[in-house]
T-cell receptor, first 115, second 111 residues
């Protein structure tokens, strides 16, 4: 079956612009996660969805970052007024959401470059 | 904040040699997972260890969870070029779905 897909694969934007990153999880997976991977910070958690609700937003670095999930499926991560420090690979993962610890399946990521 | 430190950060060895990667924390985790990531792809789960002192083997890879559940190790026997990649440990805690990733070990196996 299809894995987690993310789009776009690469995004180059200018400082101050808004960007939207999309994640299509594996069908049937109720849990969805966003992570960010950068050279300086490693791989860090951003936000977690169970269905359409986000019980854990603790990793969002500022109020410029937001995410939503609709229909218990597709999720969009939005970064407003992008800054150069937002440059990173944004990874999405999904899981069945039960059985601790869960196995998370990762997409290939979106590489964001802010000029 | 729970942190996971991996060592070494970089490792380059000849094919056929053995190696060990360490993942250490001052905090207790309910479980530890190991992932491997290749360029342009997301991390892929290799193993999950849950019980303190647990040892799991996956072909030439041996994973161990420390007795106190604060550390873990990955040992590779007779490394092959296909083992090249970024190895990440990740800790989880009951009641908390997020993964706390380690700092990563970039492994290169030279043919």
């Amino acid at each position: 079956g299809a894995g987690v897909s993310q789009s776009p694969s690469n995004k180059v934007t200018e400082k101050g612009k808004d960007v939207e990153l999309r994640c299509d999880p594996i069908s049937g997976h109720t849990a969805l996660y966003w992570y960010r991977q950068s050279l300086g910070q490693g791989l860090e958690f951003l936000i977690y969805f169970q269905g359409n609700s986000a019980p854990d937003k603790s990793g969002l670095p500022s109020d410029r970052f937001s995410a939503e999930r609709t229909g218990g499926s597709v999720s969009t991560l939005t970064i407003q007024r992008t800054q150069q420090e937002d440059s990173a690979v944004y990874l999405c993962a999904s899981s069945f959401g039960w059985g601790l610890p869960t196995e998370q399946f990762f997409g290939p990521g979106t590489r964001l470059t802010v000029l | 904040t729970q942190l996971l430190e991996q060592s070494p950060q970089f490792l380059s060895i000849q094919e056929g040699e053995n190696l060990t990667v360490y993942c250490n924390s001052s905090s207790v985790f309910s479980s530890l997972q190991w992932y491997r990531q290749e360029p342009g792809e997301g991390p892929v789960l290799l193993v999950t260890v849950v019980t303190g002192g647990e040892v799991k083997k996956l072909k030439r890879l041996t994973f161990q969870f420390g007795d106190a559940r604060k550390d873990s190790s990955l040992h590779i026997t007779a490394a092959q070029p296909g083992d090249t990649g970024l190895y990440l440990c990740a800790g989880t805690n009951f009641g908390n779905e997020k993964l706390t990733f380690g700092t990563g070990t970039r492994l290169t196996i030279i043919p």
